[in-house]
C-alpha cells in the first residue's frame, strides 16, 4: 500500500477498503450512510470529519495536512487493518 491519505466522501465500500488497508481518511461527506460513517472516522480516531457546507480549499488543504502529519491516525487505521 503507498497511500497515505484516502479523502473521500465516506461511502461503505471506500470507509471499508481504507480501513483495510490502514489508511487514515479525510471524511467530507455528502448524503446518506456518509454522515454517519464520516463521524464514525473520527470517533475511532482513524481520521477527520469535515462538513461539505460552507468549505473552502483552504480548509481543505489543512484539514488534509493535519491528517497526513498527526501521527495518531496513522497508528489508528494501522491498528484497526491489523484486526480486521
Known amino acids: 500500500n503507498n497511500a497515505k491519505l484516502f479523502v473521500t466522501h465516506a461511502g461503505c465500500n471506500g470507509v471499508r477498503e481504507a480501513l483495510t488497508a ?4 479525510v ?3 455528502l448524503f446518506g450512510d456518509q454522515h454517519r460513517n464520516a ?9 477527520v470529519h469535515v462538513e461539505v457546507k460552507g468549505l473552502t ?3 481543505l488543504v489543512e484539514q488534509i495536512k493535519h491528517a ?13 487493518a491489523a484486526k480486521i
Open 27 to 29: 471524511a467530507l461527506p
Open 22 to 25: 490502514g489508511v487514515p481518511m
Open 39 to 47: 463521524a464514525r472516522i473520527q470517533d475511532l480516531g482513524v481520521g
Open 68 to 80: 497526513l502529519n498527526a501521527r495518531t491516525y496513522h497508528e489508528s487505521a494501522e491498528g484497526l
Open 57 to 59: 480549499a483552504a480548509v
